[in-house]
């Protein structure tokens, strides 16, 4: 199962780091992704990293200020999250697929959903 950790409070302009993990799940041998669900409003994705980790995808919306990384020894995948604003408050879920980044991430194409994280973004 996958489970991501490390959400909670941040002011604007703060940052955050995300940790996805698994038990009895070998994360190296699949892309991974992240994805969040503001209030309200569907899930979408966020970033993504092949399995290797040579190749990685962005929203725009979050280019320049969050950082996606993976250390298969420790079978976790990393999320950087830096200069938070307040749309980036959502609930963020780590997700396992067999699929391109970009595919995972622009269509939601994961095969296996972890539970997620709170991330608020307040003052």
């Known amino acids: 199962q996958l489970q991501a950790y490390g959400g909670g409070l941040v002011q604007p302009g703060g940052s955050l780091r995300l940790s996805c993990a698994a038990s009895?799940?070998?994360?190296?041998?699949?892309?991974i992704g992240w994805f969040r669900q503001p209030p309200g409003k569907e899930r979408g994705g966020v970033s993504c990293?092949?399995?290797?980790?040579?190749?990685?995808y962005y929203a725009d919306s979050v280019k320049g200020r969050f950082t996606i990384s993976r250390d298969n020894a420790k079978n976790t995948v990393y999320l950087q999250m830096n200069s938070l604003k307040p749309e980036d408050t959502a609930v963020y879920h780590c997700?396992?697929?067999?699929?391109?980044?970009?595919?995972?991430?622009?269509?939601?194409?994961?095969?296996?959903w972890g539970k997620g994280t709170l991330v608020t973004v307040s003052s």
């Open positions: 997700a396992a697929g067999w699929g391109a980044t970009r595919y995972m991430c622009v269509y939601n194409g994961a095969d296996y």
């Open positions: 990293i092949s399995s290797s980790g040579g190749s990685t």
């Open positions: 009895q799940f070998t994360l190296g041998t699949y892309a």
